[in-house]
């Protein structure tokens, strides 16, 4: 998906005096994984609040909630597992 590109202080990224439009998938599922449901005003059933499930007890639960919430973004789960190092691999583009 196109959209306003950000920095990595989540700031718009500006090159040149203009606003960098790119593919921007990466960085709606990184917002989506960390938000808490109800920060999107419009969406308020999006966000993972992944920081409050961190030390859940079934890790499974939390691939349940990114994968639910992808899906309702308009992501195919093509892939979403934790790989050996416990980092979660994921390969979900927009339809």
């Not at 990184?30 to 609040?49: D, L, M, S």
């Not at 409050?52 to 309702?72: A, G, K, S, V």
Request: glycine share 8%; proline share 3%.
């Amino acid at each position: 998906m196109n959209d306003f590109k950000l920095d990595e202080t989540g700031d718009l990224l500006i090159v040149n005096g203009d606003f960098v439009i790119s593919d921007t998938t990466l960085q709606h599922q990184e917002h989506i994984i960390i938000a808490q449901k109800g920060e999107y005003k419009q969406y308020p059933e999006i966000g993972v609040g992944i920081a409050n499930i961190l030390n859940d007890e079934n890790p499974r639960d939390i691939i349940t909630q990114i994968r639910r919430n992808f899906e309702y973004d308009g992501m195919t789960i093509k892939k979403l597992e934790f790989d050996q190092d416990g980092s979660i691999a994921v390969d979900a583009p927009y339809n």
